[in-house]
């Protein structure tokens, strides 16, 4: 009966209990440099309708027309709540913009959105100046329509408490 016996190391190589030899890959360590860019996804499915309102939002809350602009159809309506209606993506910025440098304009809250093919329906709190010059609590409802990657339309409504 022959022994089994290891077999001597030919070198210094780190190996595993199997008798491999442990090579270490190093060129994964080499620095690289990156140009950031952003991650965009196609507006046209749910993933991407959030990101667009995503963006909608926060620059609606930072008063960013610009950024606002990047997000509205230039065939864009707005029906508001007293029954007017905006034409057009730059009459509603500048309509935007009159909003956002009223001193008493409405306070919005608490805002919920649910996503359904094209369609974003916004639940949010809303206070509002009546005319008595107290601050009224308000319940409000939008709904969005999204074409082409950008919105359509809004379609504002507010519950008037007196």
Avoid: H
Avoid at 1 to 18: F, G, H, Q, W
Avoid at 27 to 50: F, H, S, W
Avoid at 62 to 69: P, T
Avoid at 81 to 104: H, I, S, T
Wanted: proline fraction near 6%.
């Amino acid at each position: 009966m022959e022994e089994i016996t290891a077999k001597p190391l030919d070198s210094n190589t780190p190996r595993l209990a199997n008798g491999f030899k442990i090579v270490q890959n190093r060129a994964y360590q080499r620095i690289q440099k990156i140009r950031p860019k952003k991650l965009t996804a196609p507006v046209n499915d749910e993933m991407g309708y959030k990101k667009l309102f995503t963006k909608f939002e926060e620059a609606f809350l930072a008063q960013d027309i610009k950024a606002l602009g990047e997000c509205l159809s230039p065939a864009f309506q707005w029906r508001l709540p007293n029954g007017d209606v905006v034409y057009g993506q730059k009459e509603a910025l500048e309509e935007m913009e009159r909003r956002f440098a009223m001193p008493n304009g409405p306070k919005f809250s608490k805002s919920i959105w649910r996503f359904e093919g094209t369609t974003v329906l916004q639940s949010y709190e809303v206070e509002y100046l009546g005319a008595d010059g107290r601050w009224r609590p308000s319940k409000g409802f939008d709904l969005y329509e999204i074409g082409d990657g950008l919105i359509t339309l809004k379609d504002a409504y507010w519950k008037m408490i007196p």
